[in-house]
């Protein structure tokens, strides 16, 4: 499996961006993808994730509604809708893929990772 991200960028307060991970490979049905972030200095963190069927999906407690992971099967691509964004949401935002059924928010489980896009929130 091969996951790239885009759409990061430098946004000031209450703004929104929209990150996007191209996935490739086999199997991408059956999977659960996840989003996680690690700004400078802390460990990284889970943000969203779903599985490619759409359901259930998970946030973490920090998003209070101001993201929303999604994806579109046609294009093998998952979505990280994100507005409202704080100075607090910098960091560098990973795409992940989970082989099997569960949907996790535990890093450990993700055994496909993308290079990373950077999110950078201004005050």
Same mark, same amino acid.
């Given at each position: 499996?091969?996951? %790239?991200?885009?759409?990061? /960028? ?7 961006? &929209?990150?996007?991970? %191209?996935?490739?490979?086999? $199997? ?8 996680? &972030?690690?700004? !400078? /200095?802390?460990?990284?963190?889970? @943000? %969203?994730? $779903?599985?490619? +069927?759409?359901? !259930? $999906? ?7 509604? &101001?993201?929303? *992971?999604? &994806? ?9 809708? #994100?507005? +409202?964004?704080? !100075? ?10 989970? *082989?099997? #059924? @569960? @949907?996790? +928010? ?7 990772? /993308?290079? /990373?896009?950077?999110? $950078?929130?201004? +005050?």
């Amino acid at each position: 499996v091969y996951l %790239a991200e885009t759409g990061g /960028g430098s946004v000031q307060a209450g703004g929104s961006l &929209r990150l996007s991970c %191209a996935a490739s490979g086999n $199997t991408l049905a059956r999977n659960a993808m996840g989003w996680f &972030r690690q700004a !400078p /200095g802390k460990e990284r963190e889970f @943000v %969203a994730a $779903t599985h490619w +069927s759409g359901s !259930p $999906t998970y946030y973490g407690d920090f998003v209070t509604g &101001r993201f929303t *992971i999604s &994806r579109d099967n046609a294009k093998n691509t998952l979505y990280l809708q #994100m507005d +409202s964004l704080k !100075p607090e949401d910098t960091a560098v935002y990973y795409c992940a893929c989970k *082989i099997g #059924m @569960v @949907v996790s +928010s535990e890093e450990l489980d993700y055994e496909y990772w /993308g290079q /990373g896009t950077q999110v $950078t929130v201004s +005050s």
